[in-house]
């Protein structure tokens, strides 16, 4: 098995590349068991999916990343709020006691007394096309003693409505000036989006790394636990072999040199447990008093090994990475930011038409039904005109927005590089593991068949206790070491999942972005 396996992974047979038959040791075909003294009703027995959907509800990264994508969505109902309809409500009152103007209005040495009692209720709205609309209905009431006055007590109400349509600045027949705003904040939603997918890919990569950590450091303390009862067994046997006359008492000191410090590397792998444990814990953001129950991942590691092309793989990335999709935002952003600097360059030409309605009585019933019957009209048309000739800082502006947009451009260009650049890599990595998983295996093979004929050596007394700890040292190692590159492969595996983007997907992870 280790030979074809070997044979596969050396000689890049381009059409398997689904499947590679892999027998695991019988060491890694169970769950690792957890060090003694360890309260079994106690363990949490976790496995990797349920790891994932704890990261990605209870992670601090992920939930700072979901209020920043919270406030940019309600970014885009204030921008929007300049479209809303706006009331507004005034009264003012006056009064002024004065010598007439006019013989007309008093005679000499008189005092004029005016009052006067003002009421506005307007209502204006722009619309997305940059059109503004307002309705004003005014009312006046005002009295005076002058002889110049219409009646000693007037009503005067008015009704006007004016549209006002810039027609250069400010507009733009796809409307997209005069919604820029709009525009603006809904792709800065969209790139806040696309950031919490960065952040989850982040997560999911971390709490997968985590996950196989505490397993790797299960499984080493198992390999240094059997590591230990071949240092004890050999004891043993050693004092038997003493005992029989066979080997002189000084072999005793290596056998118990050699479990001496078995038992140092199998405390120095409790404590990594622990380590391990902590550091996904933190990612997994368990609550405080959770911290002291032991974890016992539940997923073996297995090894399936495939090839992959970087050039097939880039093409994925391309289509799926969200940090391209929110340099693409960027580049629209800035395309935006160029037609608003050209259209601010043009003269602004606003075209105001302005309808109204009048009413006059000496009462108020009366002023309004004057005004319901339209017997006094108005209207007016008026053309504002703001240029400014030499156009200079306009002309800059729109240089340095083009700049931008440039720039955004090459920024891209040269994040497509850094993807490529990680595909092949991550690409290479997975090769690599896999090949290393391979000679891992041979190696331990070997490794076991060398411990097995130094045994048989030393219980013919050709072999010593110092050949046979060596022996076991390499098996332990071996051992170690194709666990390391079994891990090192799903490693591997989940970066090119991320180098091409496809983590979130194959790991059947949606992400609920109205959270």
């Known amino acids: 098995m280790v030979g074809s396996l070997v044979g596969w992974m050396l000689g890049g047979d381009a059409h398997a590349d689904d499947e590679v038959a892999y027998e695991p040791p019988d060491f890694m075909k169970e769950a690792p068991p957890l060090p003694a003294g360890v309260d079994a009703g106690a363990v949490w027995r976790l496995d990797l999916v349920e ?3 704890l990261a990605m509800h209870q992670n601090l990264g992920i939930a700072i990343e979901r209020q920043s994508l919270q406030i940019a969505r309600l970014g885009i109902g204030v921008v929007r709020g300049a479209f809303e309809p706006q009331l507004t409500l005034s009264a003012d009152h006056s009064r002024a006691d004065s010598p007439p103007e006019t013989l007309q209005a008093g005679g000499v040495g008189e005092i004029v007394t005016s009052t006067s009692q003002d009421w506005t209720v307007a209502i204006a709205q722009r619309l997305e096309t940059g059109t503004r609309l307002e309705l004003d209905f005014f009312n006046n009431r005002s009295r005076s003693t002058a002889g110049t006055a219409v009646e000693p007590l007037n009503y005067r109400s008015a009704l006007s409505l004016s549209v006002t349509q810039p027609l250069l600045r400010g507009f733009s027949t ?3 000036v005069p919604r820029i705003d709009v525009l603006r904040a809904e792709l800065g939603s969209e790139r806040e989006r696309q950031q919490l997918m960065v952040a989850a890919v982040d997560i999911v990569e971390r709490t997968e790394d985590a996950y196989w950590d505490v ?5 080493r303390y198992d390999l240094q636990r059997r590591s230990r009862q071949r240092a004890e067994d050999q004891l043993a046997l050693t004092h038997r072999q003493i005992d029989a006359g066979l080997l002189p008492p000084s072999d005793l000191i290596a056998a118990e040199s050699t479990l001496a410090s078995r038992r140092l590397q199998l405390l120095q ?3 990594e447990i622990e380590a391990a444990s902590d550091r996904l814990r933190a990612i997994l953001n368990l609550p405080r008093e959770q911290w002291s129950r032991p974890i016992l991942p539940v997923d073996a590691p297995r090894f399936v090994a495939g ?3 970087a050039e097939d793989m880039l093409a994925i990335a391309l289509a799926n990475r969200p940090e391209l999709a929110q340099l693409d935002i960027d580049l629209r952003a800035e395309a935006l930011s160029v037609r608003k600097a050209d259209n601010d360059r043009l003269p602004q030409i606003d075209l105001r038409v302005t309808g109204s309605l009048l009413g006059q009585d000496a ?11 339209a017997d006094a009209h108005g209207y007016s048309v008026l053309v504002n005109l703001v240029w400014t000739p030499l156009g200079r800082a306009a002309r800059a502006a729109a240089e340095i927005e083009r700049a931008r947009l440039r720039t955004a451009a090459l920024v891209r260009e040269q994040a497509v590089q850094g ?8 690409v290479r990595t997975q090769r ?3 090949l290393q998983v391979a000679a891992a295996a041979r190696f331990r093979a070997l490794a076991a068949e060398s411990l097995e004929v130094e045994q048989r050596k030393f219980l013919n007394s050709t072999s010593s206790n110092f050949i046979v700890a060596q022996r076991q040292e390499e098996l332990a190692g071996a051992q170690l070491a194709e666990l390391t590159a079994v891990l090192g492969h799903k490693k591997a595996t989940a970066a090119l999942l991320r180098a091409t983007g496809r983590l979130l997907a194959e790991r059947g992870i949606e992400l609920d972005v109205r959270r």
């Open 215 to 219: 397993v790797q450091a299960l499984y």
């Open 174 to 176: 796809d409307l997209v």
């Open 269 to 271: 792998a409790e404590q």
């Open 363 to 373: 009462t108020y019933g009366g002023a309004l039904d004057e005004l319901r019957r």
């Open 307 to 309: 090839t992959r092309r």
């Open 419 to 426: 993807v490529w650049l990680a595909v092949r890599d991550a």
């Open 51 to 53: 790891a994932l959907r």
């Open 432 to 434: 690599s593991a896999a």
